[in-house]
Nanobody, 119 residues
């Protein structure tokens, strides 16, 4: 079983920055695709960014240049650096891990961390 615990959310003014962290349990961390999703009030959860075990990254087009995903396998942690934050970035941010098994994938979610961008 994999457990994911996010941290780093909070209240920030427009234009500010936050770094979210997601600590994962289990030695399979280095074999996972890791991602961040977010869910704004009244909206569906959307994919934000992902990083593969080979550290290839992908981003939601509208966030390119402002958000950066990274992983530290030694610390079993994935990060999301968010810069130039806007009110529309307000959401609960969730960490996601996809772990390859024999013939299938296991998928795990964290409990979420709330980010509020407001003056």
């Amino acid at each position: 079983q994999v457990q994911l615990v996010e941290s780093g959310g909070g209240l920030v003014q427009p234009g500010g920055s936050l770094r979210l962290s997601c600590a994962a349990s289990g030695s399979i961390f280095s074999a996972s695709v890791l991602a961040w999703y977010r869910q704004a009030p009244g909206k569906q959860r959307e994919w934000v960014a992902s990083v593969t075990s080979g550290e290839s990254t992908n981003y939601l087009d509208s966030l390119k240049g402002r958000f950066t995903i990274s992983r530290d396998n030694a610390k079993n942690t994935v990060y999301l650096q968010m810069n130039s934050l806007k009110p529309e970035d307000t959401a609960v941010y969730y960490c996601y891990a996809e772990v390859p098994r024999t013939g299938y994938f296991s998928r795990y979610w964290g409990q979420g961390t709330r980010v509020t961008v407001s003056s």
